[in-house]
């Protein structure tokens, strides 16, 4: 008699439209703190800059909560097309009608319910979001209303929050005249294993009545965590699309391969059939019959061969990858070879430090071609390819003596 658990299908997942999962890691606490230091000491300007939207989400919808009634919040979470754009957005939050107003109007009201909130004592707090994807004139337009404050000292603080290009845009104009006045830049870091777990299992029970360890491997789980490089917004992705996987194929489990599978699915853009009754008939002369090899040379010294089987092979330097590269400059997942039966092979790279590169150039998808070769750190890789038929012409040729492969003068 064995413990084994014996698998058994997920059930159907509902998937929440505001999913209740969220919440702060000690990194989003030390940065929500800050920020609550930056709106009592008075200061113009906030900064936040995360990996993913969820991040700067997630503290910023906390430190709104912190925030007694009498102070006015003004939110906006995509990116503005332009000034005019902004500028209407932050009134209409602000609870006016700004209809088809003018640049200098929208201006005007905002200054003025600025003074009117300086005279009761009342801050305000303007939070724009995304700001990394958003064009110079909507920039020059935060300057002046930071500008504004300073000038005017209504008890206005504006929030800036984005993703890591936001950096770049803080150190050129319009922003850099106005960067140091918070101080500080809130910096949120990336998820670590233990609260990529606690996310997954809050991600999980949002969306169905088993526990964690009922759908996910654990190192299922250390791989969506490495793939997704402890960024919330990819995680919560990865995890959608390997649970809805596993429903499909009627798997009981989430394993690496499922995820492998999902993930590379999602990054070239393949879309596994719903059900074998579903799935389209495959004639004979569409099925790929070549055998495809990779010869793998670690060193100079130390090379082997390997099967490219159908399906997926991951490279990297995790114990978990099919082609185990023990190198620093390999990442623990670096790049994934898709083998579909109708002979197509795609390399993807998964987002590497160091990048991978096919005969030279570095790729993100690739479509493989005999006789290719991969790169990835030190190590090289060739995609060979044997034709069956050609291989049994060449032997036919050598038992009768004919000479193959020559060339002539």
Same mark, same amino acid.
């Given at each position: 008699?064995?413990?084994?658990r014996q698998p ?21 606490r ?14 113009? /300007? ?7 939207? =969820?991040?700067?989400?997630? #503290?910023?919808?906390?430190f709104? +909560?912190?925030l ?14 332009d000034?005019t ?6 009134v209409?939050? $602000? ?19 600025l003074?009117?909130q300086k ?5 305000? #707090? ?6 990394q ?5 909507? /920039? ?26 936001l ?11 106005? =960067?140091?006045?918070?101080g ?6 990336p998820f670590?294993? $233990? ?13 169905c009545?088993?526990t ?10 250390a ?10 917004d ?10 809805d ?5 009627g #798997?009981?489990l989430?394993t690496?391969t499922l #995820? ?14 719903e059900?074998d ?15 495809r ?9 130390? $090379? ?10 991951l490279?990297?330097?995790s ?7 023990d190198?620093?400059i390999? =990442?623990?997942?670096h790049?994934?070879?898709?083998? =579909? ?18 005969d ?7 479509? /493989?071609?005999a006789?290719?070769?991969?790169r ?29 492969g020559?060339? +002539?003068?």
């Amino acid at each position: 008699m064995t413990n084994e658990r014996q698998p058994v299908s997920l059930p159907d997942l509902q998937v929440e439209q505001e999913p209740s999962f969220a919440f702060l890691t000690h990194c989003y606490r030390n940065a929500l703190d800050r920020l609550n230091r930056v709106f009592t000491s008075g200061r113009p /300007l906030g900064i936040i800059i995360g990996e993913s939207k =969820s991040a700067s989400d997630s #503290v910023i919808r906390a430190f709104i +909560s912190s925030l007694d009634e009498d102070t006015v919040i003004a939110r906006v979470t995509e990116p503005c097309v332009d000034a005019t754009d902004l500028m209407r957005n932050i009134v209409l939050a $602000a609870g006016f009608e700004p209809k088809d107003m003018m640049l200098a109007d929208l201006q005007r009201i905002f200054t003025m319910f600025l003074t009117f909130q300086k005279s009761h004592k009342r801050r305000t #707090v303007v939070c724009l979001e995304e700001l990394q994807d958003s064009e110079c004139w909507v /920039l020059d337009m935060i300057r002046k209303l930071v500008e504004t404050e300073v000038e005017g000292q209504y008890g206005l603080l504006v929030i800036m929050a984005g993703r890591p290009g936001l950096k770049e845009l803080l150190n050129t104009r319009p922003l850099s005249s106005i =960067s140091t006045l918070a101080g500080y830049r809130i910096q949120l870091a990336p998820f670590t294993l $233990a609260e990529t777990t606690e996310c997954i299992r809050l991600r999980v029970e949002s969306r169905c009545t088993s526990t964690v360890g009922e759908v996910f491997q654990y190192q299922a789980i250390a791989l969506i965590h490495d793939l997704c490089a402890g960024v919330p917004d990819a995680i919560t992705s990865l995890v959608d699309q390997s649970m809805d996987l596993a429903r499909r194929e009627g #798997v009981g489990l989430v394993t690496t391969t499922l #995820v492998k599978c999902a993930y590379e699915a999602s990054r070239v853009g393949l879309h596994p059939h719903e059900g074998d009754a579903d799935a389209p008939t495959v004639a004979m002369s569409e099925v790929d019959l070549s055998m495809r090899r990779l010869i793998v040379n670690l060193t100079g010294d130390d $090379a082997r061969e390997q099967a490219l089987r159908q399906g997926h092979t991951l490279i990297g330097r995790s114990r978990l990858c099919d082609i185990r590269i023990d190198s620093s400059i390999v =990442s623990r997942h670096h790049a994934l070879i898709n083998y =579909s039966g109708d002979g197509s092979a795609v390399l993807v790279d998964l987002g590497s430090r160091n990048g991978t590169f096919v005969d030279g150039y570095r790729i993100t998808a690739h479509e /493989l071609v005999a006789g290719e070769s991969i790169r990835v750190g030190n190590c090289t890789i060739e995609y060979i390819v044997d034709d069956p038929m050609q291989a049994s012409f060449e032997r036919a040729a050598r038992s009768a003596g004919i000479a193959i492969g020559s060339k +002539s003068a």
